[in-house]
């Protein structure tokens, strides 16, 4: 049986959050996460880098981006503060401050876009990886830093539409 990683939920706590497309994940990432050979970070850093450059699983793409930050935008003030967000073509990295329970916060993030995505795409079906990762965020430095990283995160990957990729608050 698979295992989920364990997830970290406190209101009023900041949260970093990466998920990727149910098509992105293939065997080379599947074994990637399901390593045990370093920290979870770490392994998330391998993770992320594989998916910048990977073709598996790439739907977020030109209006569904649009549609991805629409939608992350509309949960505020329900559901969390919004930071920031990064629109990779197969995975999603969001900064917030979370209001409700954590699991709350991801099923209606990654509910809401699945059925949106999936009308828009014509596909049918799980849209999603089922798990996520989470990190919560320790204090303003590591803030400053997961800023910079989701900000960065789609120029870093080369990729030609970045700086639409990238929604922030604080614009």
């Excluded at 569904?64 to 509309?74: A, F, M, T």
């Excluded at 917030?96 to 990654?110: A, P, R, S, T």
């Excluded at 990762?133 to 870093?156: F, G, M, Q, S, W």
Aim: aromatic share 12%; charged share 30%; proline share 2%.
């Amino acid at each position: 049986m698979k295992q989920q990683l364990p997830h970290f939920s406190q209101k009023h706590s900041y949260q970093f959050v990466t998920f990727r497309t149910r098509d992105s994940v293939d065997e080379f990432l599947s074994r990637l996460k399901a390593s045990e050979q370093e920290n979870e970070s770490a392994k998330q850093m391998k993770i992320d880098a594989y998916l910048d450059t990977s073709k598996n699983g790439r739907h977020l793409n030109g209006e569904i981006i649009e549609v991805v930050i629409e939608h992350c935008k509309n949960l505020e003030p329900e559901c969390y503060k919004l930071i920031c967000l990064s629109v990779m073509p197969n995975h999603i990295h969001i900064l917030f401050e979370q209001y409700q329970n954590l699991g709350e916060v991801i099923c209606k993030l990654k509910g809401g876009l699945a059925y949106i995505i999936n009308k828009k795409l014509n596909l049918k079906g799980s849209f999603w990886e089922r798990d996520y990762y989470d990190r919560t965020i320790r204090d303003e430095r590591h803030l400053l830093t997961t800023y910079d990283y989701i900000e960065n995160n789609a120029r870093k990957a080369s990729l030609k539409d970045a700086k639409s990729r990238f929604y922030s608050c604080y614009q």
